[in-house]
């Protein structure tokens, strides 16, 4: 009997599913088999890996004892039913949208609080961070090592397939239509995304923050512990596709030199920070990357304490496959 583990993707279908699929077979993933499983709309599609075709099977009805590690990246409810079935047969979760509660399942960023990983009890439960949290929380991790940060103030301009591929048709339609002279009827988004930005994220909540706003908030304290104060958070709908923009705003304990800041990020895996006189697009340069780039570092003339940077990172590839493939990658290797 193979000793390497079986892989079962749950939303393989979606953006970050077949993101999951693309890098296992990148990162040559050590797996016996790989099952592939989405609801029974999308079921019977047929995905490449490794020189073969697989079909995607219906997750409603998959015997989760026959995999040792499943991947949840379907949405929220979809996932929460899964991931009781999963575990109660015994696999392993690496969470991908955000179903599990964080006393549960802990959100991990390798590289950043891997550590945690060692106490886990098999058969293991983790979450990855939803999207703004992981690219903000890889560029505040090397500020944090040095001093603690006393709040942080972020506006994530946030991709339409951020909302899965619904988002990006509904993207696509509205340009197209309104590009031809006809009105629109906003689904998925509510309002007009095209030619727009939308001061709203998701659903507002009572507090009058929106669901992904307080994921962002909660992810970011839950993963950099008593490093990181006070997070204040707006998430808005811009009309991009892919990848995520983050404007921040950060104070830091103890004022640290421009030199000191460059040094920080020196040699900092999947991490890039560009050069004084540049700063990345997320169109243009984190599309397709596995690095979240930095730019526009920046200290505030009246403060020494007090730094700015723009962040932007491939939203499906970078911010969620690749942090749950690194995850398990070493989830497995410890656990082996």
Not at 90 to 109: H, K, N, Q, T, Y
Not at 131 to 142: F, G, I, Q, R
Not at 232 to 237: D, K, M, R
Not at 262 to 277: P, R, T
Request: glycine share 8%; hydrophobic share 45%; with cysteine.
């Amino acid at each position: 009997m193979s000793s390497l583990p079986s892989i079962a993707i749950v939303g393989a279908t979606g953006a970050v599913g077949e993101a999951l699929v693309a890098l296992l077979e990148e990162r040559d993933f050590p797996l016996s088999s790989l099952y592939l499983l989405s609801s029974a709309e999308s079921a019977g599609k047929s995905l490449p890996f490794r020189g073969k075709n697989l079909r995607v099977g219906v997750a409603e009805t998959f015997d989760f004892k026959q995999v040792a590690v499943t991947f949840l990246a379907a949405n929220q409810e979809v996932s929460q039913v899964i991931a009781d079935r999963a575990f109660q047969a015994g696999s392993s979760i690496v969470d991908l949208s955000g179903a599990l509660e964080a006393s549960i399942s802990p959100r991990v960023i390798p590289g950043v609080n891997d550590q945690v990983l060692n106490l886990l009890p098999k058969p293991w439960r983790v979450s990855i961070p939803c999207s703004p949290a992981a690219a903000l929380v890889s560029a505040l991790a090397p500020l944090c090592a040095k001093t603690p940060i006393e709040y942080v103030t972020v506006t994530a301009c946030l991709p339409a397939s951020g909302r899965g591929r619904a988002g990006v048709r509904e993207l696509a339609r509205q340009t197209t239509e309104l590009l031809n002279g006809r009105s629109i009827e906003p689904r998925v988004f509510g309002r007009q995304l095209a030619f727009n930005i939308l001061g709203l994220a998701g659903n507002q909540q009572e507090n009058g923050y929106s669901q992904i706003e307080r994921r962002l908030i909660e992810d970011s304290q839950h993963i950099l512990g008593k490093s990181l104060g006070i997070v204040s958070a707006t998430c808005i709908q811009v009309p991009v596709f892919y990848g995520e923009s983050l404007a921040v705003t950060l104070k830091t304990q103890s004022a640290l030199t421009i030199k000191e800041l460059n040094l920080a990020y020196s040699g900092i895996q999947n991490l890039e920070l560009f050069e004084a006189d540049e700063y990345p697009t997320a169109v243009e340069d984190s599309i397709g990357r596995d690095e979240t780039l930095i730019g526009r570092m920046r200290q505030h003339p009246s403060d020494g304490h007090v730094i700015e940077m723009w962040i932007v990172s491939d939203n499906v590839r970078r911010s969620a496959a690749l942090n749950a493939i690194q995850t398990a990658e070493l989830l497995i290797k410890h656990t082996s």
